[in-house]
């Protein structure tokens, strides 16, 4: 039901790109990571999610992962690769679809992180004295909904021991059979209690947590999580299918 792997590439993707209708209808999300080649000690990670479903859907986040490659290999600016972005997404955007985005380029010496947020769930942070909370930061249009958008681009600086966890709004919204959420404050509660374990294992208790809540209840989306350590430099990320 769950998938696991760890990013051991240049390039890692949600997606395996099949050209399967039946793959294709499940891949509306997107979680990708890679070096800057004009900067090699910064290195670019971004999560995202397409509103609504089936091949349409899909196709537009695999459009959208292949300009994101394509950029993020000469740019070192988030807030311009989601302005280009967004243009891209808005001249072709027939089905009024849009794609909540969050981008980050983290310059691997010094703990810096530039940031852009396209409307994206907010993720969470967790500090070494062991303090979890949302990452409170400011949140602007889904890319896709208005051309030539400027976005805004913030900084926020890792000190060893800290971590973020990015994720979809499919974990915080999968259902049991009561249809009742997840919820944000389960996320924060499972964080705090397993935010020391290795990014492998701390993925995995959330993943056993989130299906301890739900059972044998289906999931009514599918989930994507990335999470960082500042101390290893190391990505996981997890999709529920």
């Not at 600016?77 to 981008?103: C, G, H, K």
């Not at 979890?132 to 976005?151: C, R, T």
């Not at 971590?163 to 249809?179: F, H, R």
Request: aromatic share 10%.
């Amino acid at each position: 039901m769950d998938m696991l792997e760890i990013m051991k590439k240049e390039e890692a993707y949600c997606s395996d790109h099949r050209d399967m209708p039946g793959e294709l209808q499940k891949k509306a999300k997107m979680l990708c990571w890679r070096y800057n080649q004009t900067s090699p000690e910064a290195l670019f990670f971004a999560i995202g999610d397409v509103s609504g479903k089936g091949i349409p859907a899909s196709l537009l986040m695999a459009s959208t992962i292949s300009l994101l490659r394509t950029l993020s290999s000469g740019s070192n600016s988030p807030s311009q690769i989601a302005y280009s972005l967004n243009n891209s997404i808005a001249e072709r955007n027939e089905a009024d679809m849009f794609v909540t985005f969050f981008i980050g380029m983290l310059d691997l010496r010094t703990g810096v992180m530039k940031y852009c947020n396209a409307g994206h769930t907010p993720p969470v942070l967790t500090s070494p004295d062991r303090t979890v909370a949302f990452f409170e930061m400011q949140s602007d249009l889904p890319l896709g909904i208005l051309k030539n958008h400027d976005y805004q681009e913030y900084t926020y600086r890792f000190v060893s021991g800290s971590g973020i966890l990015l994720y979809t709004d499919g974990v915080t919204d999968a259902e049991n059979e009561k249809n009742e959420f997840y919820t944000r404050e389960r996320l924060l509660e499972i964080v705090t209690q397993n935010q020391e374990l290795h990014p492998r294992e701390f993925i995995r208790s959330i993943i056993n947590d989130i299906q301890s809540h739900i059972k044998s209840h289906e999931l009514s989306d599918d989930l994507s999580m990335l999470t960082k350590n500042h101390k290893i430099y190391r990505f996981f990320f997890v999709i529920f299918k």
